[in-house]
């Protein structure tokens, strides 16, 4: 076995979520030397590349494909570059991170392979076989909200009306009819039968990177070019990167904050969720939003929190005004401590929170910004 | 130009599912079937572009059994022009899917081809990005907004990434995924439901298209996640912060 990562770099550094899909690689079989992959331009490539050399005792070997074509993560140029690496490496298994940039990178090269790919793996259960994500998928009537989980059809939610509905389900082979309403999704277990390699996506907050002693690393890992010669040329170039619109607002990254402070739709206008944002502040936290205050404009989509957005498992998430969807829910319950403040004590939230209160947020977050403690 | 859309046939939200006495399966008969939201999404996305006159027309194309015929009757209802139905007696797995889709498109040859990212049933997320490789054309995902440039062949779109927004610009013709910020669905009027029954559909089987159907992955089991338990119920924010600092510490 020979496994090949898909890694992310920015200013000079691996992206942490690309480390867990080495625990992730680590995790499929004793025998398994890692090559990591790395592409883009430019001297903050060869940087990550010598940083990613040694983060991993794991790793073997860091492959860098140094060219313009990477300079931005296109799929087309992307998903060549892993064809020619298979193709000369001949790895057992291809993996990457469940990020927009896997989904849209892994399944492409995959297709090029002739192979099928399996999306948000959880949990390895050997070389072969994966637990894959709790699937379902948010979707909007306009005269309803709810969750629906594909494969076993289960849907769950709330009309405006507040009455719930009530989940459903088809095509499970073996499930009770006695399923949780709240926090009820599934997890499907595949098999892969084809050919190498075996194509991964993997949720990061599912593989934690353990704190890496540096002592264990021994000289680290060879770093080699790969010849991009013969890489195929079609369909590059067809693709062009115009901007990415984010906002830097100095607060800490959603995906890897230790406290999320998040707001939903009960927040009711953009200018009242920036009581998020100051309480956010206060806690050196990273702000969250449900997808119903993002689809009302409140937040940019970057700061959603859920099945559809991002998956968070913080040391403390604090939900405000959130009824606690179970596509919100499937982004956030692996969090350590979950607070939920919300007028409606039966709201799902509540459910998986350590700590409920039931109240007005437009009283319980200025009386919080006033009684907590000054972070830093 | 032509726009090519694939739509997916999935049990409706609204139908309410008995599981089989002997656990082998659900009941599926008289289960009321409806269009993928994300495939509505796509449809909608290129009628909108038909309308705007940057497209003359839309075909949409379904594949599974015999009754999938339904669901592209709604597509036709929506104001697609016709429909193509590849007839598969079982689940395809997305690869399959993407080579059916390729041989469809050499012989229709659209300028454009939108999918959902993703259809709600199995969740995989892979079916456009599998199509754009296997022919060679360029590929916008989770698109939250598309704006064609018909005498520069190109479409610029706005994809929902976990940066942010990001704008890509692609060269015609391309693949398309939507996300559900794209636009709001249009409902058929029951007008264009009677219209729909004339509208043409083309039958064909994968064995015609000469596409081999495998799938190389097996479902082993789907089990039910560890559960959270409910915490406690506080009753004022003082309480709040001496459990965050003294119980939980993480404050």
């Known amino acids: ?376 | 130009m032509k726009i090519m859309v694939a739509v997916k046939r999935v049990v409706d939200y609204a139908v309410k599912i008995r599981i089989k006495p002997d656990k082998s399966g659900v009941e599926t008969q008289n289960v009321k079937m409806s269009m993928n939201p994300f495939c509505e999404i796509a449809l909608e996305e290129a009628l909108k572009i038909k309308e705007s006159g940057l497209a003359k027309e839309v075909v949409a194309v379904t594949m599974g059994p015999s009754n999938c015929v339904d669901t592209l009757r709604t597509g036709l209802a929506m104001g697609a022009d016709r429909g193509i139905h590849v007839e598969a007696a079982r689940d395809l797995v997305p690869l399959s899917v993407a080579k059916v889709l390729k041989k469809l498109v050499e012989v229709e040859n659209p300028g454009l081809l939108i999918l959902g990212n993703r259809a709600i049933d199995d969740d995989c997320n892979q079916t456009g990005q599998m199509i754009a490789a296997l022919l060679g054309w360029p590929q916008g995902t989770f698109a939250s907004k598309v704006v064609l440039d018909k005498e520069k062949q190109v479409a610029t779109v706005d994809r929902e990434v976990d940066g942010g927004l990001e704008t890509l610009c692609l060269d015609l013709p391309a693949v398309i995924t939507t996300d559900l910020r794209l636009n709001q669905p249009r409902y058929a009027t029951l007008p264009n439901i009677m219209k729909a029954k004339s509208k043409p559909i083309k039958k064909y089987t994968p064995e015609e298209l000469n596409v081999e159907i495998k799938s190389d992955l097996e479902v082993v089991q789907v089990t039910e996640p560890p559960k959270r338990k409910a915490g406690v119920i506080l009753s004022s924010v003082d309480e709040l912060i001496d459990k965050l600092k003294n119980e939980a510490h993480v404050i």
Not at chain 1, 66 to 85: G, H, R
Not at chain 1, 252 to 271: H, W, Y
Not at chain 1, 308 to 325: D, N, Q, R
Request: aromatic letters at 6%; hydrophobic letters at 40%; a negative charge.
């Open chain 1, 1 to 376: 076995a020979s496994t090949l990562v898909l890694a992310e770099h920015e200013g000079g550094s691996i992206k942490a979520q690309s480390l867990s899909a080495v625990v992730a690689a680590n995790s499929l079989s004793q025998d398994n030397p890692i090559s990591l992959l790395l592409a883009g331009s430019g001297s903050s490539l060869h940087q990550a590349a010598e940083k990613a050399a040694t983060c991993h005792p794991s790793i073997s070997q860091v492959l860098v494909a140094d060219s313009e074509k990477f300079a931005y993560p296109l799929a087309e140029p992307w998903a060549k570059l892993i064809q020619l690496v298979q193709l000369k490496g001949d790895y057992s298994h291809v993996i990457a991170t469940s990020d927009s940039f896997g989904k849209n990178i892994l399944p492409r090269a995959a297709a090029l392979l002739d192979v099928s790919p399996v999306t948000d793996v959880v949990d390895i259960n050997g070389p072969r076989q994966f637990i894959s994500s709790p699937l379902q998928v948010e979707y909007y009537t306009p005269h309803a909200h709810f969750s629906y989980i594909p494969d076993t059809g289960i849907r769950y939610g709330y009309q405006e009306n507040g009455q719930a509905l009530h989940q459903k389900y088809f095509g499970v082979r073996s499930m009770s009819t006695n399923w949780p309403i709240y926090a009820g999704n599934a997890l499907c277990t595949v098999r892969y039968t084809g050919a190498n390699p075996c194509m991964l996506t993997v949720r990061s907050t599912s593989f934690p990177v353990p704190p890496i002693s540096v002592d264990s690393k021994s000289g680290g890992a060879s770093i080699s070019e790969v010849d991009l010669s013969t890489l195929d040329e079609d369909s590059v170039g067809k693709s062009r990167f115009m901007k990415l619109s984010s906002q830097d607002t100095g607060r800490p990254d959603l995906g890897s904050a230790k406290i999320v402070v998040t707001g939903g739709r009960a927040l009711k206008s953009a200018e009242n969720f920036k009581m998020i944002e100051k309480l956010a502040e206060k806690l050196g936290a990273a702000v969250g939003a449900t997808r119903a205050a993002v689809d009302a404009g409140f937040v940019p989509n970057d700061l959603q929190v859920g099945q559809t957005g991002k998956i968070v498992a913080p040391e403390l998430y604090m939900a405000f005004g959130v009824s606690g969807a179970i596509q919100h829910l499937a982004g956030m319950k692996d969090s350590k401590i979950i607070v939920a403040v919300n007028k409606d004590s039966d709201a799902p939230i509540f459910q998986v929170a350590d700590y409920g209160l039931v109240g007005d947020l437009f009283e319980v977050i200025p009386e919080l910004l006033e009684k907590l403690p000054e972070k830093k």
